[in-house]
């Protein structure tokens, strides 16, 4: 299996780093998941707080949603 691969920065394109790689099972299957960051720890915040906006905005609109749900169900 060949591990040539880019992963650049959504910010700035550099080359992202592997902080932490780790296994988990689910199900029947071993998911091996990798963290990266930005070598950059400046643009790394910056591209953080974004993620967290981004995060906030999909889950209310998600709460949104499934409210206008169960409010159409009561009717």
Known sequence: MSKDYS?????????RII??????KLGYSTI???????PDKECQKIVD???KKQKA????????SNQRLQA???K
């Open 32 to 38: 091996t998941a990798t963290m990266t960051a930005c």
């Open 7 to 15: 992963n650049l920065c959504v910010r700035c394109g550099k080359q």
């Open 49 to 51: 707080a974004n993620n």
């Open 19 to 24: 902080v932490k790689t780790w296994k988990e």
């Open 72 to 74: 159409r169900r009561r």
């Open 57 to 64: 905005k999909q889950d209310a609109l998600k709460l949104r």
